[in-house]
């Protein structure tokens, strides 16, 4: 029996938070991968695109609320969400035109790219800022748990509760699914087989007849998409706060560069190694090994080896790891 509790505590704080987490990271990871390897450039805005996106859903979220249009048990977000990804699709498209067009035609460095992006950065974050305050918003509805922790004692008997929050299990459904879509559009359409083809060799494609203009509209789009989705499935989890958007950059970036940069396969992959790496060394343990050691050998402190609030710091050892002995990443991508 506390074999039994040990392992529904460890479920409901760390495998079940850690897998909704990597689900968000993973969605993220694979938009820094499209544009490292399609548009060849990290993009330091990254994760203030993810909050504008998620500020329009917001917006419209609560427009809708105010209608008393909803779903039900279901959050009113998930309707929102196609205007956040268009609001969002037509301020990346509209950047890159006024901004990064420029750069390409100049045909500049990386590392041009990179310090252009900082600053188109502080631009978003002061748009998300301006328009919604630098405070927490909370925008989700609809049903709270799916299991709470209480019912699940009740049902079972145990002295531990599983609780499963109806965020936890929307992310990861939601996140199957837009993966799934992506790999098919990669690997199924013209259009994805000529952003591959691009991505791998760029004269080739170019003496081919592919249009790089349309490569790189097709790539701003799903970008716009996947970041969204991932930010809005954020928010609802926990929290929105643009301050904290700009925080996941590190542990997006760590996970595209831990999975391999230009491979969407290392980008996933390295999405759940950074959470449940984050989540299992800020974890505090005693609880779990309370149940598992006898009573003599109980852990007296909360076995933590990190507090929560220097959880990205884990992000950031990792990303020294692997640039260090492995800057190809987990898959081989491209080397940093």
């Known amino acids: 029996m506390d074999f039994v509790n040990a392992l529904v505590a460890l479920s409901n704080f760390v495998l079940i938070p850690a897998i909704a987490y990597g689900s968000q990271l993973a969605l993220g990871a694979l938009g820094v991968t499209l544009i490292y390897g399609i548009l060849r450039f990290s993009n330091f805005a990254h994760g203030d695109t993810m909050a504008f996106g998620t500020m329009v859903t917001i917006l419209v979220t609560w ?3 105010s209608w008393g249009i909803g779903l039900g048990p279901l959050p009113t977000a998930l309707l929102a969400i196609p205007f956040g990804i268009a609001g969002t699709a037509v301020l990346v498209l509209l950047t890159d035109r006024v901004v990064y067009r420029f750069y390409r035609a100049q045909k500049a460095k990386p590392i041009i790219f990179v310090m252009v ?3 188109v950065m502080f631009i978003y974050n002061g748009l998300t800022r301006f328009v919604l305050g630098a405070d927490d918003q909370i925008f989700s509805d609809g049903e709270r748990f799916i299991i709470s922790a209480g019912d699940f004692k009740r049902a079972t008997g145990l002295a531990e509760g599983l609780g499963l929050k109806t965020t936890q299990a929307i992310t990861v459904i939601v996140a199957i699914l837009v993966v ?3 790999f098919w559009f990669l690997n199924r359409t013209r259009t994805g087989k000529s952003m591959r083809a691009y991505s791998d060799n760029e004269d080739l494609a170019l003496l081919s007849g592919i249009n790089p203009e349309r490569v790189v509209m097709v790539t701003w789009l799903i970008v716009a998409g996947l970041i969204t989705v991932a930010g809005v499935l954020y928010g609802l989890d926990k929290s929105y706060k643009p301050f904290t958007y ?3 950059l ?3 970036f760590a996970s595209a560069i831990v999975g391999g940069l230009g491979s969407p396969l290392g980008a996933i992959a390295g999405g759940f190694v950074i959470a449940f790496s984050e989540v299992g060394i800020t974890y505090a343990w005693k609880k779990v090994l309370g149940y598992m050691m006898p009573e003599a050998l109980e852990p007296s402190g ?3 080896l990190l507090a929560t609030e220097y959880k990205f710091a884990v992000s950031f050892m990792i990303l020294v790891i692997v640039l260090l ?3 190809t990443g987990l898959f081989k991508g ?3």
Do not use: E, T
């Open 63 to 65: 427009l809708f609320q």
């Open 334 to 336: 491209k080397s940093v």
């Open 180 to 182: 799934a879509v992506l």
């Open 302 to 304: 909360l076995v933590q």
């Open 250 to 252: 590190l542990p997006i």
């Open 117 to 119: 992006s900082i600053g």
């Open 246 to 248: 700009f925080q996941l």
């Open 325 to 327: 002995f492995r800057p």
